[in-house]
């Protein structure tokens, strides 16, 4: 088993969503129209930046991924999808399921990320 955690201040993301390309670069189409139709958009794009985060320090190739490789899907409970490099890498190093939980509070989010390791 393996886990990544990872924090951070809901401030820091809302002035990056004011850059141009910053959405598009590192979430999904989904992730974004789940995000843009929440009452304080920022929060959830902080939360699954952190999950993203989390994963990627479970998995152990860290942010060495496409920031979109890494798709928080689903609700309430949130589910991991990866795809490309990423998918190929938690193959690799025989990654099983991945369990994520985020939270934020008005100043910031956070993620957990369980990994069960050798396939199982």
């Given at each position: 088993?393996?886990?990544?955690v990872d924090l951070i201040?809901i401030?820091r993301?809302?002035?990056a969503?004011?850059?141009?390309?910053?959405?598009?670069?590192?979430?999904?189409?989904?992730?974004?129209t789940y995000?843009?139709?929440?009452?304080d958009?920022?929060?959830?794009?902080?939360?699954?930046f952190?999950?993203?985060?989390?994963?990627?320090?479970?998995?152990?190739c860290g942010v060495?991924f496409?920031w979109k490789?890494?798709?928080?899907?689903?609700?309430?409970k949130?589910?991991?999808?990866l795809?490309?490099?990423?998918?190929?890498?938690?193959e690799?190093?025989?990654a099983?399921?991945?369990?994520?939980?985020?939270?934020?509070?008005r100043?910031l989010?956070?993620?957990i990320c369980?990994?069960?390791t050798?396939?199982?």
């Amino acid at each position: 088993m393996k886990v990544g955690v990872d924090l951070i201040e809901i401030a820091r993301v809302r002035r990056a969503l004011e850059r141009p390309g910053f959405r598009e670069r590192c979430f999904t189409e989904a992730e974004r129209t789940y995000c843009d139709s929440r009452a304080d958009p920022a929060q959830s794009y902080a939360a699954r930046f952190a999950g993203k985060e989390a994963v990627g320090k479970a998995l152990g190739c860290g942010v060495r991924f496409t920031w979109k490789e890494v798709e928080i899907v689903g609700r309430p409970k949130p589910g991991v999808s990866l795809s490309g490099r990423t998918a190929a890498f938690a193959e690799q190093v025989s990654a099983g399921a991945i369990d994520l939980s985020m939270t934020h509070s008005r100043e910031l989010a956070a993620a957990i990320c369980v990994v069960t390791t050798g396939g199982a």
